[in-house]
């Protein structure tokens, strides 16, 4: 025990114990480390359930619920929190419950097996966070609406699901029907088949059942029993509170229980941070570097915690969360008149968007006043709504003082709060009579998203509607949240319903919120677009309320007024009967992995328990876009405490020089650096923390060199590799003299981050013999792993064995990129003999693992007067980024796919690979193939328009036809693709919607949709030849089990679970029968890596060659023993000296392209599918929702139609990331901007369509399909479908622009963000908001 004496006040004893209970067990903690997050700490102890995803609350993996005691309520509050921002020494008292509290493998919580038998994990990284978000609801609220259970999810991200089937299973949680709220059709009622829910329709004979997607066998779960959930220990119940206090490595930590404690600390230590829910400070620490060696803890002190309903509006204690905020809000809703409620609506509208649940279940109002953050949620509805803040010190010169928010504000982040004082609470007073009050937010996506502009508009009117009083308050325009005073000032007086007084006040208010082209934060037209778009909804909204509208006015103003709301949403699978017949290829099996994924028991590289010894390795990473490297001087770093060693180029034992192709690239960058993240050095520690600190130590003296970042530069710098790929077909330069219309244009397709939820992992561990070398590593090519370690550490491959259990993601972008850090790793545990680990932070991985590649296309295209194609001359360009990675084997298969569907007679394709100083861009899911796709659907949509025809058209007249050629020159056969486009056509009913949405779209002005159905062709092989093949291990044990081992990667796509059913029939086992350890270098030998969507493909014939050999082998003794079980007709094999061991290889046949000659098979075959989709656009803010998706592929006969919708499902959603909101941004110095889900967003939950229906082609024959049991790939092929998103998003755009009297065609830059679709609208808003670029003037960050 400690204490202080501070300033005659109260002596404060203070314990250094940590009291809390992990998992209903108690733990006891002496002066742990402030400096460590809860994360930590449970990972630490062995709960690696709980999952590290981006370490800045933005994703969700690791969510873990926190439950408290109330005593004053005697209430026990449950939250889901992010561990990853919670401080270890804030859980004093409360009950932490991990996913491994809940339920294991043996007995699952019933929202673990629903979860896992719904197939709702697939690569299962996300899936514990995503388990705790909604256990978390549960535990609060039994009987969740459906609506509570999709908003649950606000703070959780999945890379691989497309929600679904998430939304899916949870949904089995709701009171509400699901028939109710989704209008699915009825069916029969089978009590067996209930879903668990106490209520399930299927328990009474009375209700209409809800059918199950087809051809699923419906499951049966358990029931969900609120009673027997985890209790909060009574221990804790009687926890004493005490003052705390510890002291870590670099941080002291106090905890103090009063306030009176809490003023008193802040006297004696003036410059001590106050920290309450560590959102902000958790952020500052961890990312921005800032050190505060003094913190006070707040979260506890219930004084700040409490509310009161005055008579002149609400006060609140500064420090309740903004969940409880939340309720109170509504609460004083039901209480007061609505007059006087409009400024708790306006916060109520907003805090809905305020980050996710996680996060407002800790943060709280002072946090985010004191940070003052120029895009705070809160700051303008203060601001503009009078709100006062009482600030209080036991500096009796301050004392206690109440502060206007008018004047609480000072600049960038200041504010008038002294180092003594803290903030206690906040008064917000009632709206008046006749006073409005709205808030706005447009960020780039809707849930859990900051914003780009934010504002809060107040107005009082008397009864003539002239204004007494009114507020416009903005954020993200300028480096403070700012009012428009004049506009304020010079609308009193003035009467809303004057003429022109709607664009007075646009232009008033636009005049004093000027921003320059290049201005911090960037898009300066939009913003301020934004803000008139903002005034305009607000004073139609307030036009409304006092009656001065028409009725036609008013119909067309609740269009508009507010934001586009969502309905629940629901999904149907359409999959005829795949379980017919059916042994078990074929059939819808949970993933093999599910049970584990979901309870938290499935081990990922970085869940490896610490070895005996091991260090942790971080890499020095260049700050120069290119430059020549003078000095590296590591000795500051190795002089703190912990730090072992520093490694660079010099210390390479083999070669420096590595690459998959051209071998471009040093292991450390020895002479110069070519982009900002490159890799200079390795240090390893002790810990962690204490290498990433000394790695920052680090001095690099630079020369900075010229350097390129986007592909208009590198063209204009001729900047290419030297690769220049050609396909020519016909003659171009004739056809397009005879071509009736010939048009010319450019598409420009920006990156996208592969955000798997597991960022780039290795563990290396030096074997104690002959220069072995073990690897542990989060990579989709195991063999390459080896090959290269080897040449690195100049040994030979035998001596190096790579081992992959399972990837949390992978999606191309760990087929090449996991090795940067593996080989530096590498180094380091060669020279150490020491196991070494490192996981990449979120930053980290965006900067040195490669993005998809942004690609431009310059096309030249002639047609017939009927819209025909006769001629496409197209030029591709793809931003390689430093060094040639796969880059010109994308550009290839870009310009492979340059013809989608489309039968074109003469084609002349060229690509370049620019090379520009950013990170080296790398295979993502598509290889180049979506954004080939993407630049030919793009000439269709512009044609159309200029040539006045709809886009479809256009379609329908130029597919292929079964057994024309590519332009590639292979033959299409088993072509079902104007097929499949047929039917989805008539199954959305698409003319009729399509004629739906004009008559909407001529009613609205603000509100458009659009339409789009767009194919897809997707060629199946490698284009390397010699990676088309793959080998298999199967080994038959004497007790009839089976060990399958093969050379591809389980990344969550399932093949693991294909490759056991395949091995399973072709034994005639059962599935439990057979089992897979690991992909493993000592199993299989020189394995392609898992991509190209080939591996069920190539690796499934290996295991039936192999499981054929062993067949044939035990054949005898089946027939001789027809009644004996496996286990005795293996152990008579062995007893016979049959070899139960085989091993498998297979290599497609027929494939060899030869780019020169233009001939031969460059595809196995093509899985091909169509998408439509229906959108509605917000004009005047550019949001975008999905109302419905109808999608159909054909994929052959499936291994496993469950796996492979997900596959679709979650293809089809990363797809619409791509071309919507993903978008990668760089500083124009070559610093990544976009580092992390703050400002980086993947589709959320809510931003799926709202109606998603999936099927598969069925009835079909296939002549000429080779593959494994006629299945086809489908991890790629559906991705471009996600494009139809973004057909029918330029679609509403196109309307818009009609509404607009504009007749000319646009091009449309992909992805295409709220900022695009805005400026695209091209209204008399857009225009006087447009902000024009000065000479010398920059972007503030452009895409590459
Ligand atoms: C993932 C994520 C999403 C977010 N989304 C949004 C969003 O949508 N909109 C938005 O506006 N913001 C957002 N934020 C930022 C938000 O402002 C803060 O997260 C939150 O309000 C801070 O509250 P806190 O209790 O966690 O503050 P802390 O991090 O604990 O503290 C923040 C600051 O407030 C000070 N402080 C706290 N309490 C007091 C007190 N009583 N007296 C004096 N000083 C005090 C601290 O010293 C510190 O300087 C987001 C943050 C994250 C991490
Ligand atoms: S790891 Fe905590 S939210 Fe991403
Ligand atoms: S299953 Fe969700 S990220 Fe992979």
Redesign the pocket.
Known sequence: MSSINSNKHTFIKFETKLVFCINGARVVLNNPDPDITLLQYVRSIGLTGTKLGCA???CGACTVLLSSYDSLTQKINHNSV?AC?VPLCSVEGKHVITIEGIGNVNKPHPVQERIARMHGSQCGFCTPGIVMSLYALLRNNPNPSLHDIEECFD?NLCRCTGYRPILDAAKSFATTPLKQETGKTANGVKKENSCGRPDCCRLSKDVPCEELPDGFTKPVFKNYEPSQELIFPPSLMKHEKHALSFNGRKTKWFRPITFMQFLQLKNQYPDA????????????TAFKNLQYNVRIH??DLEE?KGHKFNDDGLLIG??I??TQFQSILKEACQRYEPYKCQVFQAFLS?IR????TQ?RN??????????G?P?????PIFLCTNSKFT?TSLDKSLNRRVVPATSFWTGYRQNV?KNT????SVFIPFSGKREFVRSY?Q?KRRD????IV?AALRVALDEKNVVKDASFAF?GMSGVTVRALSAEQSIRGKSWGDKGMLSWLIAKIDEQLQLSFSAPGGMASYRKALVSGFVYKFWHDVAKNIGILNEAEIADADSFINIIERDVSRGVQTIGNPEEDKKIVGKAIPHISALKQVTGEAIYTDDTPKIHNELYGALVLSQKAHAKILSINASEALKQHGVKSFFSAKDVPGTNIWGPVVHDEEVFASKEVHFVGQPIGLIVANTQAIAQEAARLVKIEYQELPYVLTIEEAIEQSSFFPVDRRIVRGDVDKAMKQADFVFEGRSRIGGQEHFYLETQTSLIIPKPEDNEIEIHASTQNPSETQHLVASVLGISANKVITKVKRLGGGFGGKETRSLPLTLALAVGAWHLRRPIRCMLNRGEDFMISGQRHPFLGIWKIGLTKEGKFLALDLQLFNNAGWSADLSAAVLERAMTHSDNCYYIPNVRTTGKMCRSNTVSNTAFRGFGGPQGMMVTENIVSEVADRMGMSAETIRELNFYKEGQKTHFNQPLTDWHLPEIYHQVKESSDYNKRKQQINDYNASHRWRKRGLALIPTKFGLSYTALHLNQAGALVHIYQDGSVLVSHGGVEMGQGLHTKMLQIAAEALEVPLDNVHLMETSTTTVANASATAASVSSDINGYAVLNACKTLSERLKPYREKHPKASFKEICNKAYMDRINLSANGFYKTPDIGYNWDTNEGLMFFYFTTGVAATEVEIDVLTGEHQILRTDLCMDIGRSLNYAIDVGQIEGAFVQGVGWCTIEEMLYFPNGHVFTKG??NYKLPGFRDIPQDFRISTLKDVKYSHLKTIHSSKGIGEPPLFLGSSVFFAIRDAIGHARKSQGIKESFSLISPATPERIRMACQDEICRAATVTKKDGEKAWVVMI
């Open positions: 800045e609350g933005g992010n921002l703070g941070k106050i920290v309450s829910g560590n959102t902000e400070v958790g952020i500052e707040v979260g700040l500064a420090n969360s903004l907003i968007w305020f980050a996710g996060i800790v943060a709280t109002p002072a946090g985010n006043i004191i940070t953050s895009i705070s949620d809160f700051n600030l709060c004082e803290a903030l206690e937010k960020a859990d998203d900051i914003a934010n954020g889900p703050s």
